[in-house]
């Protein structure tokens, strides 16, 4: 059985990320990685089963998803999926990345049903035509954890979304797009 743990970057989510993680937890590991938040996301992530790292200071989003891949890493997992805490995806579309695991690809990247901001479509049409990649800002993605040991990506760049996956996909990792539904997020992001 594979090893998964999904690592939600979260602050100022004390609306959403309850109902986030315990949908969730039907499916993987999850690690929160409460980047100092302001309001009472701590107190709520306290009450559930799931692992949690708060920041000592808020570190941005970037640097919340590098702490939870690290984790990760170190905890032995097998493979680590990141998931948004705004409640914009839905957890059911993780059964779709654990299948593409069983199947033996090293990276999955989400492709929302829902774009909103003009330079992100934009984006999206670029990083297509170059690298195949549908939504290269999209959170919810699926990473092999032995790859990114053997790559030691973290030595050499500072950026995870898009860095990581460019890099990955330069070295000839087997890798998917996969469709996801999105939802409209209610507030303005918080990252």
Do not use: M
Request: charged content about 35%; overall charge positive; hydrophobic content about 35%.
């Amino acid at each position: 059985r594979l090893k998964i743990l999904t690592i939600v970057p979260a602050y100022n989510e004390e609306k959403t990320i309850f109902k986030v993680i315990k949908s969730l937890e039907k499916h993987t590991d999850v690690l929160i990685i409460d980047d100092h938040s302001e309001d009472k996301t701590q107190k709520i992530v306290k009450k559930c089963k799931s692992l949690v790292i708060r920041n000592r200071k808020n570190l941005g989003y970037e640097k919340s998803i590098e702490k939870g891949i690290f984790a990760a890493i170190k905890l032995n997992y097998d493979y680590a999926i990141t998931f948004d805490a705004d409640g914009q995806h839905h957890s059911s579309d993780i059964k779709k990345f654990l299948n593409l695991f069983k199947s033996g690809y090293d990276l999955v990247l989400g492709n929302r049903s829902l774009v909103t901001r003009s330079s992100e479509k934009i984006a999206k049409f670029l990083f297509f035509t170059k690298w195949s990649i549908k939504d290269p800002f999209c959170g919810f993605k699926g990473y092999k954890l032995k790859i990114i040991k053997k790559y030691k990506f973290f030595e050499r760049y500072k950026s995870v979304g898009v860095d990581l996956s460019l890099l990955l996909l330069n070295r000839g990792v087997k890798f998917k797009n996969v469709d996801i539904k999105t939802s409209k997020r209610k507030n303005k992001s918080k990252f």
